[in-house]
């Protein structure tokens, strides 16, 4: 079969983030819910207010629901919005990486813990100090891990190019033509999982002349939508072009990066957004995503996985052609 069935057909889950735990598979998505506000390019219309946790046994079973993990009156340092999450494990908890807006209309990313996979997750009072935009994704290794995230547009990455928020570069919205394009943002983070450690720094993807990707190169560029997952000996950044609709991948050697354009996974889906996670299950390596088909309205959407495999030369793809 070309394409997936949705996880959940009588709910409306986005931006899924496949993790493995206790040999089981869990998705992180945010919760998409209807309202009358209309589409515009500050993402108003994704007002999703609270998170729950998807699991399955196998591929292709059933899908359980788990209860709230958390809401947005739960956080008390944010007003609305609570967009795609990650979540990881370390020394027997589970640290859920979330983005919302503050009161001030600032995107910032908490973390909530939890001793289950499913929570609930009880969030800190305050976001991780120095985190800002959005999409926030986590690598585990055995000694250290890392956060990476951003976004353009609603993200408000464009909003941090000298380094403190400036409202008024909003609506620049990003760099264009042969400017260097704005790059995703990492951050390793600190024994307790909840806090930076060293700092904030571009997370650097060239494209394929050895040059940093440039900002009119809009169908490889960053925009948001970051994940990190390492296969053998490599590292692979994958992210979405926003705007493009494409879901692209860059290589490299450190977690840190440089990392080089490698290609496209995912062309264009149903519906205005394209986010995803790749996880490796019992052997097998999913890409999880989402897409309108269901509603075909652009904030209802619907968390899907499809198989991915791997050539000689690491290069990725998707199982079966996209229909």
Same mark, same amino acid.
């Given at each position: 079969?070309?394409?997936?069935?949705?996880?959940?057909?009588?709910?409306?889950?986005?931006?899924?983030?496949?993790?493995?735990?206790?040999?089981?598979?869990?998705?992180?998505?945010?919760?998409?819910?209807?309202?009358?506000?209309?589409?515009?390019?500050?993402?108003?219309?994704?007002?999703?207010?609270?998170?729950?946790?998807?699991?399955?046994?196998?591929?292709?079973?059933?899908?359980?629901?788990?209860?709230?993990?958390?809401?947005?009156?739960?956080?008390?340092?944010?007003?609305?919005?609570?967009?795609?999450?990650?979540?990881? *494990?370390?020394?027997? !908890?589970?640290? +859920?990486?979330?983005?919302?807006?503050?009161? /001030? $209309?600032? #995107?910032? &990313?908490?973390? @909530?813990? *939890?001793?289950?996979? !499913?929570?609930? +997750?009880?969030?800190?009072?305050?976001?991780? /100090? $120095?985190? #800002?935009? &959005?999409?926030? @994704?986590?690598?585990?290794?055995? !000694?250290?891990?890392?956060?990476?995230?951003?976004?353009?547009?609603? $993200?408000?990455?464009?909003?941090?190019?000298?380094?403190?928020?400036?409202? !008024?570069?909003?609506?620049?919205?990003?760099?264009?033509?042969?400017?260097?394009?704005?790059?995703?943002?990492?951050?390793?983070?600190?024994?307790?999982?909840?806090?930076?450690?060293?700092?904030?720094?571009?997370?650097?993807?060239?494209?394929?002349?050895?040059?940093?990707?440039?900002?009119?190169?809009?169908?490889?560029?960053?925009?948001?939508?970051?994940?990190?997952?390492?296969?053998?000996?490599?590292?692979?950044?994958?992210?979405?072009?926003?705007?493009?609709?494409?879901?692209?991948?860059?290589?490299?050697?450190?977690?840190?990066?440089?990392?080089?354009?490698?290609?496209?996974?995912?062309?264009?889906?149903?519906?205005?957004?394209?986010?995803?996670?790749?996880?490796?299950?019992?052997?097998?390596?999913?890409?999880?995503?989402?897409?309108?088909?269901?509603?075909?309205?652009?904030?209802?959407?619907?968390?899907?996985?499809?198989?991915?495999?791997?050539?000689?030369?690491?290069?990725?793809?998707?199982?079966?052609?996209?229909?």
């Amino acid at each position: 079969m070309a394409d997936s069935n949705p996880l959940v057909a009588s709910d409306f889950f986005a931006d899924p983030s496949g993790r493995v735990f206790n040999d089981r598979l869990y998705i992180y998505p945010s919760h998409d819910r209807k309202t009358d506000i209309p589409d515009d390019d500050n993402g108003s219309q994704y007002d999703m207010a609270d998170y729950h946790v998807l699991s399955m046994n196998e591929i292709g079973g059933e899908v359980t629901v788990h209860g709230k993990a958390f809401g947005i009156e739960d956080v008390p340092w944010a007003e609305k919005q609570l967009w795609a999450p990650d979540c990881a *494990s370390k020394s027997g !908890e589970y640290y +859920f990486y979330f983005p919302a807006r503050n009161h /001030e $209309g600032i #995107f910032r &990313i908490g973390v @909530a813990v *939890s001793e289950t996979p !499913e929570g609930p +997750f009880v969030p800190e009072k305050e976001p991780i /100090e $120095g985190s #800002f935009s &959005i999409d926030p @994704a986590v690598l585990v290794e055995e !000694e250290s891990a890392y956060l990476y995230f951003g976004g353009i547009w609603g $993200g408000q990455l464009q909003c941090w190019r000298t380094g403190s928020f400036d409202a !008024e570069a909003y609506s620049s919205m990003e760099a264009s033509g042969d400017e260097a394009a704005l790059m995703p943002k990492v951050a390793k983070l600190s024994g307790d999982m909840k806090a930076f450690e060293g700092g904030v720094r571009d997370l650097v993807i060239l494209d394929v002349d050895g040059v940093p990707m440039r900002a009119g190169r809009r169908d490889r560029r960053f925009f948001e939508a970051a994940w990190m997952h390492k296969r053998g000996g490599k590292y692979y950044f994958s992210y979405s072009t926003g705007d493009t609709h494409y879901i692209v991948y860059a290589m490299g050697d450190s977690p840190l990066g440089p990392f080089t354009y490698a290609g496209r996974i995912l062309e264009p889906v149903q519906g205005w957004t394209t986010h995803h996670s790749i996880v490796e299950f019992r052997g097998k390596w999913y890409l999880c995503y989402h897409d309108t088909s269901i509603s075909g309205k652009n904030h209802l959407r619907s968390a899907k996985i499809r198989e991915l495999v791997y050539d000689d030369d690491g290069r990725i793809k998707l199982a079966q052609p996209q229909s």
